[in-house]
């Protein structure tokens, strides 16, 4: 198994660009996240999903939206992207037991 | 929402030294773990620990569900510890993991 998947690793966006982060999860997991890091703090949740179909907003979902019609895939569009978006972006998921498995991220530059 | 305070904020050690992480979390919890961002920013998990102790190697945790606490122990410290530490829980009405700020540790040879 890859696991959780995450392209691409690293962008540059102009402001007002737009982009879709990928992820994909080969685990047949049901769950699935998207969090945010800033710079030295910890991740804070953007958009979670518990199966196909089924979106739910987190702590900070202003600017992005989601989609799920796979269980194995969990795209995160930005429309207009700000300076404020600039971040490292991590996606996880989980089986229905409760351990959450991260991918290697996505570095966001906004400028 | 649950609040979930990390100490110390920095850690700096020399090789071979042993160290103890806290967490603290002020609600019950459904799910506690432990991560290492080592310094290329990758999540490693080390342990789903919402109970009891766990040994791996070098690193143990130790969740109090009762005390709202937990602990991470490393011994023999060694450069590749090195990175930012996080704990990070569930809440018990909750399905995403809330993080704690992290500990930063440098182990220097």
């Not at chain 1, 049901?30 to 800033?38: A, C, F, G, H």
């Not at chain 1, 910890?42 to 979902?61: H, M, N, Q, R, W």
């Amino acid at each position: 198994n890859a696991g959780v998947t995450q392209t691409p690793k690293f962008r540059i966006l102009k402001i007002g660009q737009s982009m879709t982060l990928q992820c994909t999860q080969d685990m047949n997991h049901n769950y699935m996240y998207w969090y945010r890091q800033d710079p030295g703090m910890g991740l804070k949740l953007i958009y979670y999903s518990v199966g196909a179909g089924i979106t739910d907003k987190g702590e900070v979902p202003n600017g992005y939206n989601v989609s799920r019609s796979t269980t194995e895939d969990f795209p995160l569009r930005l429309e207009l992207a700000a300076p404020s978006q600039t971040s490292v972006y991590f996606c996880a998921s989980r089986p229905r037991g409760p351990e959450q498995y991260f991918g290697p991220g996505t570095r966001l530059t906004v400028t | 929402g649950i609040q979930v305070e990390q100490s110390p904020p920095d850690l700096i050690l020399q090789e071979g030294a042993n160290s103890t992480l806290r967490c603290n979390f002020s609600d019950s919890v459904n799910n506690l773990q432990w991560f290492h961002q080592n310094p290329w920013g990758q999540l490693i998990n080390l342990f789903y620990i919402p109970s009891g102790t766990k040994q791996n190697g070098r690193l143990s945790a130790t969740t109090v569900a009762t005390e709202r606490y937990s602990l991470l122990y490393i011994s023999s410290s060694q450069t590749t510890d090195s990175g930012v530490y996080f704990c990070a829980v569930v809440p018990q009405a909750g399905t995403a993991l809330i993080f704690g700020k992290g500990t930063t540790l440098s182990v220097s040879s």
